[in-house]
């Protein structure tokens, strides 16, 4: 059934190909990788450039315009893209100057030996809560691409890229619609200026986050791109889904088609899976990574290009996330652990970012994943060993004034007031708060504070309050512990500062990412 659907859309092929030629033809796949830089422990900039070529990987994307990196990547093979720090787009917009400003400082004295080709302005705007950056986002672009016209940079190609959450409507691919608060205002001008420049709709795209948002009618092969997996086909359109991945970015296709600019050319500006999280986040493991990553680049690099059901052999060039392990992103584990090397350098497993190397050729096997499953048992939020004291104290005070009466025992009297110590306070605290703020967005982090731990700190009489991970998670049931936290609440802890999200690499979903059911 599904065959024909498939065998239909070849026939349909030499149109396609006439409409897509000439735009891709002057872009290869080159999957590269995107080097964030949010650690106290990574490698010297000329060290990461050796590392990065080890890799083999054809671009690479940083989160600024560092010197020190731009310097580094001078006379190597490797294409960049450069960002325009969110913090300056408002002041930018109406300022000619500054943009001629920015350019003459972070693109003149590289440019060309560097071979920067994308100054992305921002990252993920639209997925912040200051909207009066979302309406100067174009107007900043524009400014950018004016002043890189006036040094005749014709190569270095301007954007922005975006988290999926710029979606309304995603499933069926065929419904993708644009968020209709930020359609008309943001968006069309976004996609005219693509179209006029020539440039790119860059998206950060996880199917990881889309895949935790509800595992159990999601297929875990399905989001790891594995080429057996279940398929799903959109009842609209009949084109036939085997991955995820091209679901997600079908719902994108429509929703630009939809808006007027079917032809925009996508770049994936980050996708990626987490090796590691805390004990209660399911799939975040080294065996999903390195298959989501290799299935990816397999799937980029293919040649003749695959592309997605609805536009086939469209390349799509992109950028891995990450290349380390970061230590000083917050929120939850799995936000340090995208990389794919350790900060000292070491692979965390075998990648290669060309594609070039079969699946035959990696030698080691890779550790049987043990959290596929959601997490069942007691966890409790301990404060961690050899932290700063001052810090540790003011997380203490934070906690117990977030709950109602979450620290009542250890006031003096109560019956984990003794051992009368930081550590033990803070440890009580942490896990009343998370006991009684998981399921809202808390997270057992602090700042690099806490830990989790399964083993009971429960001594005497003192009890110390668990998360029971024992429930069976079940869709239709919102308020469940096992269902992970929305971004709104995420907000409301930001505001108070202690835990603040990073402007830097995944976000999390919205709800907003593609449902499916799949029927197998
Ligand atoms: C525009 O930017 C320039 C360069 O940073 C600055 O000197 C100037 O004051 C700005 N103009 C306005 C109107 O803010
Ligand atoms: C921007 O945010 C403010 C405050 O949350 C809100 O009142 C306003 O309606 C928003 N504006 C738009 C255009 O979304
Ligand atoms: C698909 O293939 C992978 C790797 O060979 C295997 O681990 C997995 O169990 C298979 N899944 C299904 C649904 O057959
Ligand atoms: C690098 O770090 C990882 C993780 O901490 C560790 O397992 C590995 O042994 C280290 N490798 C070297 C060469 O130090
Ligand atoms: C410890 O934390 C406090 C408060 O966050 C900070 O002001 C201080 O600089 C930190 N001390 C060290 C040694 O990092
Ligand atoms: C605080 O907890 C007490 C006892 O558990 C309960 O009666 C009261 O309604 C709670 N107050 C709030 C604001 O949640």
């Not at 149109?15 to 080097?35: D, E, M, Q, R, W």
């Not at 997925?127 to 950056?133: C, E, F, K, L």
């Not at 203490?396 to 009466?405: D, I, P, T, Y």
């Not at 703020?437 to 830990?451: H, P, V």
């Amino acid at each position: 059934m599904d065959h024909t659907q498939r065998m239909g859309l070849i026939c349909f092929m030499p149109i396609f190909f006439l409409l897509f030629s000439t735009s891709s033809a002057a872009i290869a796949a080159k999957p590269g990788v995107n080097y964030g830089q949010l650690g106290n422990n990574l490698p010297h900039p000329s060290k990461s450039v050796e590392l990065i070529k080890s890799l083999k990987a054809g671009r690479v994307k940083i989160y600024d315009a560092n010197p020190k990196i731009l310097q580094a990547l001078a006379n190597t093979n490797i294409q960049i893209s450069i960002m325009v720090p969110n913090e300056i787009i408002t002041a930018m917009a109406p300022n000619q100057s500054l943009a001629d400003e920015w350019v003459k400082t972070n693109v003149v004295p590289f440019y060309p030996k560097t071979m920067i080709r994308y100054v992305l302005v921002g990252n993920e705007i639209l997925s912040q809560p200051d909207n009066v950056t979302w309406f100067n986002l174009v107007p900043a672009m524009r400014r950018i691409r004016k002043a890189l016209v006036s040094h005749k940079f014709k190569k270095i190609k301007v954007g922005t890229p975006l988290a999926i959450d710029c979606l309304e409507a995603s499933f069926p691919p065929s419904s993708g619609k644009f968020r209709s608060s930020v359609s008309e205002s943001v968006l069309k001008p976004l996609l005219q200026f693509i179209h006029r420049t020539k440039s790119f709709f860059f998206i950060d795209v996880y199917t990881y986050f889309a895949w935790i948002s509800d595992p159990v009618n999601i297929k875990l092969d399905y989001a790891l791109l594995q080429p057996n997996a279940s398929t799903y086909t959109d009842p609209v359109t009949g084109l036939l889904y085997t991955n995820m991945l091209e679901q997600m970015l079908d719902a994108l296709y429509f929703a630009m088609k939809d808006a007027g600019y079917p032809d925009t050319r996508l770049f994936i500006a980050e996708t990626g899976w987490p090796n590691g999280g805390d004990l209660d986040q399911i799939g975040a493991n080294i065996y999903n990574a390195a298959t989501y990553n290799r299935n990816a680049i397999k799937l980029f690099a293919d040649k003749p290009a695959r592309g997605t059901p609805f536009k086939p052999f469209v390349v799509l060039p992109s950028f891995i996330f990450a290349l380390y392990n970061e230590n000083q992103k917050t929120g939850l584990g799995t936000e340090r652990h995208f990389g794919l090397l350790y900060p000292n350098g070491t692979n965390i497993y075998e990648i290669d970012l060309s594609g070039k190397t079969p699946e035959s050729e990696f030698k080691k096997a890779l550790p049987v994943p043990t959290n596929n499953e959601p997490y069942k048992g007691k966890l409790w939020c301990m404060a961690a060993r050899g932290v700063n004291k001052t810090a540790l104290a003011g997380a203490l005070s934070f906690a117990c004034g977030q709950g109602n009466g979450t620290c009542n025992p250890i006031q003096r009297g109560g019956k984990c007031f003794k051992p009368d110590s930081l550590y033990w306070h803070a440890s009580y605290a942490f896990s009343s708060y998370w006991a009684q703020f998981r399921k809202s967005g808390g997270s057992c982090y602090f700042n690099g504070l806490a830990t989790q731990t399964a083993n009971n700190p429960s001594f005497g009489s003192c009890k110390f309050p668990s998360k029971d991970f024992g429930a069976v998670c079940k869709t239709s049931d919102s308020d469940s512990d096992c269902r992970p936290r929305t971004r709104s609440v995420v907000r409301a802890f930001d505001s108070v500062g202690l835990m603040s999200d990073s402007v830097r690499g995944p976000r999390f979903c919205l709800g907003l990412g593609p449902r499916i059911k799949i029927a197998d």
